[in-house]
Every structure is written in structure tokens, then in C-alpha cells.
């Protein structure tokens, strides 16, 4: 686990790229996509967006949607406008928004990967993250994991007890130097990967935890959306 101290790069040298291609299977409120559901008085996506943007590090933003809710963003134009956010085509899995998107970044030096279902992310772990990205090259926010993980049968008939003992959460952002990650995509290109940082240490590049909040939650499920408004008003 790094030890991040505060960040002194210069102003918008970090690129943020935000996948919300997906389609939301397990959200199924009225047949919405999670990213716009409200949180509060304002879309998931945008809260998201807005986290990032308090702090100063944060430049060009890309989030990578999907051709069919296309109509559904160019509607909310005004907010993606004021908050300086480019729509790039997204693709069938996470990791072909992710590469479409980081032909969107230009030179910033370093990008970060978060997620657009991610409304709470304090702003101490974006600048720790980016601090320890500046440093070590790739890093991201994880928590580790607090409950008994069970590992269960196909048909749930059983189950066994697994070892937690230096088992993480890993969060967003993760954040890395761009062109690690662009080596890393370009060296795997077409593996399936469930994040970023699993390409880059299949590159042989070590990716450094952060400890992150746990407040730092995903919006997944319909219920999620009442304990991020609980969240979000105390």
C-alpha cells in the first residue's frame, strides 16, 4: 500500500476517462441505465464528473457512451459542455471504450480510468491516486475486502470459506502514466480484463494500491441509489 504525498503537478496534465458503454443488466429501474439515473437532483454520471473536477490536476474528460443512448447525451449537451466532457464512441466490452478513449487524451501525461457509476469519490483519494500514478507509474484505489468470502457450487448446494488475508477491492480511478497504459493495450490487445491495472501488470509494470474510501461506492443495483443518496446528504 502506498503512502501518497500531495500532488504538485501542474494543472490539467491528467486525462479522465469515463466507460459507460455498458448496459446496465443488473440496474433494471424502469428499463434506465444506471450512469443516468438521479442521484440527488442530478444524473450518476454527473456527480461523477464533478468529483473529478475539484481538483486541479484534472484535464481533457472523455466519456466513451454507447451509439444507441447517443440521443440521451447529446440532450444533456449543456451540462457535458460546462463541465469541458468529450462523448467518444464506447465499445462492446469495457476495454474497447477504454482504448477508443485514449485516442481522445493527446499528451496529457498521465490518465486516469474511473468510473461513470462512481458519483462519491472524495477528493483526498483522486489526489492521492494521482500522486502515487506520478510516481510510480500506476496505481489505483482499493479497500480491502471486510466480509467472509465464500466460494459456492454451481448449484449453491455448497460452499467453502476462502482466505481474505490480503484480498483488495480495487476501486476508480486507477490512474497511470499514459504511456504505460497506451503499451499495455497495445502489447494485450483483445484480451478480456475486468479493469485497466490487470493489463498493465500482465505488461509487467507494477501497479501500487492506494487505500481508498469505502464510501467510494459503485451504483449497481436499484438499492444502491438510496444508500449513495444517504451518502451524499450527511
Known sequence: MADAQPSSLSSGCVAVILPAAGRSRRFAAAGEKKVFATLGDRPVWQHAVECLRRRPEIGPVVIAIAAEDRQQWESQRTTLDALGVTLCEGGRERSDSVRNGLEQVGDCSLVAIHDAARPLVPEEDIEAVIATAQRCGAALLATPVRATLKRVSADAA???????????????????????????????QGRAVTDDAQLVERSGHPVRIVSGSAINMKITHPEDLRIAAALLNT
Do not use: I, K, M, N
Open 158 to 188: 455448497s460452499c467453502q470459506t476462502l482466505d481474505r488475508q490480503g484480498v483488495w477491492e480495487a476501486l476508480t480511478p486507477q490512474v497511470f502514466h499514459t504511456t504505460v497504459l497506451r503499451q499495455a493495450y497495445q502489447r494485450w
